[in-house]
């Protein structure tokens, strides 16, 4: 057993609404947004990281070199490594730094509205807790993406979760014990 208390629950279609004081749980669609939004701001900054470093666009997976007289095809391999080793680095240290500051939240995450709580008390969630649940994220996911495609599926799974997650939880809210909450605002 827990020494803590769940999260409310209410009927569905009931017409029940949360007590003032009670924290929503933030929806699926603000959490894809806010995810977007980071992921988009992590993908510039392992970019310029990747080209500031000298190597070539990252975008570019594939490039023609001539041989013996004819164009070939040559995927870029290694620099494609370094870009998502580059970009997995960069997601861990940006969410780190955001989710363990006094917002609680990514600038995706504030930009819709919703910050990361303890799941046990709803508390600011500790560096270890947004470490564990960061790595088994946007930082392994991107590393070991090279390695092992089926790692896509899994993310796109974790993804999907909070459809069908009675508390709106991703797998790695689940292992980490957190939760997404609504920011509420005029207080």
């Known amino acids: 057993m827990s020494s803590h208390e769940p ?3 209410f009927p569905v279609g009931s017409g029940a609404q949360p007590l003032p004081d009670t924290p929503d749980l933030a929806s699926w669609g603000r959490r894809v947004g806010a995810y977007v939004v980071d992921s988009v701001l992590g993908l510039v900054a392992a970019i310029l990281i990747t080209r500031a470093a000298g190597h070539q666009d990252p975008l570019s997976v594939l490039h023609f070199h001539v041989v013996n007289g004819k164009k070939q095809l040559v995927p870029i391999g290694t620099k494609l490594v370094f870009f998502y080793v580059v970009s997995g ?3 861990i240290l940006y969410t780190l730094g955001f989710l363990t500051s006094r917002w609680r939240a990514t ?3 504030r930009w819709f509205g919703i910050l990361l709580a303890r799941e046990s008390d709803l508390g ?3 560096s270890a807790q947004v470490a564990g649940r960061t790595g088994l994220y ?3 996911s991107s590393v070991v993406q090279v390695i092992l495609p089926i790692v ?3 993310v796109f799974v974790d993804l999907l979760w909070p ?3 009675p508390r ?3 797998l790695h809210d689940k292992v980490a014990g957190t939760v997404v909450l609504r920011q509420v605002t005029g207080r």
């Open 163 to 165: 459809l069908w997650d």
């Open 124 to 126: 600011q969630v500790g």
């Open 89 to 91: 680095a960069t997601q």
């Open 107 to 109: 600038l995706g995450m």
């Open 7 to 9: 999260l409310p629950t």
């Open 152 to 154: 896509s599926l899994l």
């Open 168 to 170: 709106n939880q991703t």
């Open 138 to 140: 946007p930082g392994l």
